[in-house]
């Protein structure tokens, strides 16, 4: 089992161009969640995923939009990049979530430089 | 969300015995404490969940006491490797987000 694969590992981007970052797991689990993480700052919750075809805000989402079309997968978008958005991006997995306090499975994460 | 507090960093040295505490004033009667480790370079990973008194496995011990308002990482004789950052989170199950603090930054010392 590859677990959580978060693609591309690296990019970078100029201010101003779109990206999609993907992240997939072979785990079968509902739960799908993006975090970016800054240096100083801890991992920061962008959006996440209860189910196929659902989404919901996390704490820090302006800028970004997310799908989840299918189960294994859950797409973080970036319409029009800032510099601001420069930082390390970590996807997780878990098979029921917070509520039922499933631990989490990260993937090694996609570092990306917003010029 | 159960709010958690822990040390920003903290040095220790090879084979001693390192303890990080956590401390979460308001956790619901139904929270769980979870802990993760986070490499440089790489996604944190789970090690460690209990409700209460001491939970044990082959990383690393959690010791909670009754009140449950705050918990203990305990890493016995550490190494260079466990040189990491450490999160305490405290599980909400009226929500389902998963909300991490800054952690703890663990430094090991040859």
């Known amino acids: 089992n590859a677990g959580v694969t978060q693609t591309p590992k690296f990019r970078v981007l100029k201010t101003g161009q779109s990206m999609t970052l993907l992240c997939a797991q072979d785990?079968?689990?509902?739960?799908m969640y993006w975090y970016r993480q800054d240096p100083g700052m801890g991992l920061r919750l962008i959006h996440y995923s209860v189910g196929e075809g659902t989404t919901a805000k996390g704490e820090v989402p302006d800028g970004y939009n997310v799908s989840r079309l299918k189960k294994q997968n859950f797409l973080l978008g970036l319409e029009s990049a800032a510099p601001s958005q420069t930082s390390v991006y970590f996807c997780?997995?878990?098979?029921?979530?917070?509520?039922?306090?499933?631990?989490?499975?990260f993937g090694n994460g996609t570092r990306l430089t917003v010029t | 969300l159960a709010k958690t507090t822990q040390p920003i960093s903290m040095d220790s040295y090879e084979g001693q015995e390192v303890n990080i505490t956590c401390s979460h004033n308001n956790i619901a009667t139904n929270d769980y404490i979870t802990w993760y480790q986070q490499f440089p370079s790489q996604g944190p990973r789970f090690i460690i969940q209990?409700?209460?008194t001491k939970v044990t496995n082959e990383v690393a011990s959690l010791f909670i006491p009754a009140d449950r308002k705050s918990s203990t990482l305990s890493l016995p004789r550490v190494s260079l490797s466990d040189t990491a950052v450490y999160y305490c989170l405290v599980g909400d199950n009226r929500d389902d987000k998963i909300i991490f603090g800054k952690g703890t930054r663990l430094h090991i010392l040859p």
């Open positions: 209990g409700y209460k």
């Open positions: 997780a997995s878990s098979p029921t979530g917070g509520r039922f306090n499933s631990p989490l499975h």
């Open positions: 785990m079968n689990h509902e739960y």
